[in-house]
């Protein structure tokens, strides 16, 4: 089945210390994104990339990086520099040029 | 300064009723706008869309509409059922890049 997989389900990060959210998607989809959930708020964009090699921030950038040296992986990395990174965060792939977005099953990520 | 806005938080219907849901906006640029559901702890899926050459688009229970001169969409949801409880965001496009502005979501609880 084509999809889009995230991990870890759950994460726990200690002060200071740099994290990796996993996203691979088998759909051959050109252009993956980033996005980050607060209770009570909509998604948030932190990255994209429409091609491998290239990406783009979103409104969210700061404490974040990623890389895309390969079609079916875009693994976020939350930095030590994000002072607020508890949030569920969310991968997802569209078909290049189109706006309907597929979505993994998110991350979950807290602060100890 | 949000530019899609879906100003109730939550929504309670009896089953067997119907279920509207708004969604409001503000720039006259947005040209696709698109409903997700999403379940706790889950990725969002893609509902239903609607193109702005359109007013109405059906399928199923599910039928968007659009009225692009009070810049106002609704999801309807005929009848409702207990698994359509959930949150339900409204996104936009204004095709430019093909990112999407999304709204805080509606949380839709269904009684029975």
């Known amino acids: 089945d084509g999809g889009i997989t995230q991990s870890p389900k759950y994460l726990f990060r200690k002060e200071g210390q740099n994290v990796t959210l996993s996203c691979e998607q088998n759909l051959n989809h050109d252009a993956m994104y980033w996005y980050r959930q607060d209770p009570g708020q909509g998604l948030r964009l932190i990255y994209y990339?429409?091609?491998?090699?290239?990406?783009q921030k979103g409104d969210i950038a700061e404490g974040y990086s990623v890389s895309r040296e390969k079609k079916e992986s875009f693994p976020l990395t939350v930095t030590s520099a994000q002072k607020n990174p508890t949030a569920f965060y969310l991968c997802?792939?569209?078909?290049?040029?189109?706006?309907?977005?597929?979505f993994g099953s998110g991350t979950q990520l807290s602060v100890l | 300064d949000q530019q899609v806005k879906q100003n109730s938080p939550s929504l309670s219907v009896q089953e067997g009723r119907i279920s509207i849901l708004n969604c409001d906006y503000t720039n006259s640029m947005f040209d696709y706008f698109l409903w997700y559901k999403k379940y706790p702890a889950e990725g969002p899926t893609f509902l239903i869309s609607?193109?702005?050459i359109k007013d109405k688009n059906e399928d199923g229970r599910f039928t968007v509409f659009l009225n692009k001169s009070a810049k106002h969409l609704s999801l309807h949801i005929v009848p409702s059922q207990p698994g359509d409880s959930a949150v339900y965001f409204c996104?936009?496009?204004?095709?430019?890049?093909?990112?999407?502005?999304w709204g805080a979501g509606t949380k839709l609880i269904i009684k029975p």
């Open positions: 609607i193109s702005s």
């Open positions: 990339s429409q091609i491998v090699n290239d990406f």
């Open positions: 996104a936009a496009s204004d095709g430019s890049n093909y990112q999407l502005i």
């Open positions: 997802a792939s569209s078909m290049a040029g189109h706006e309907k977005l597929f």
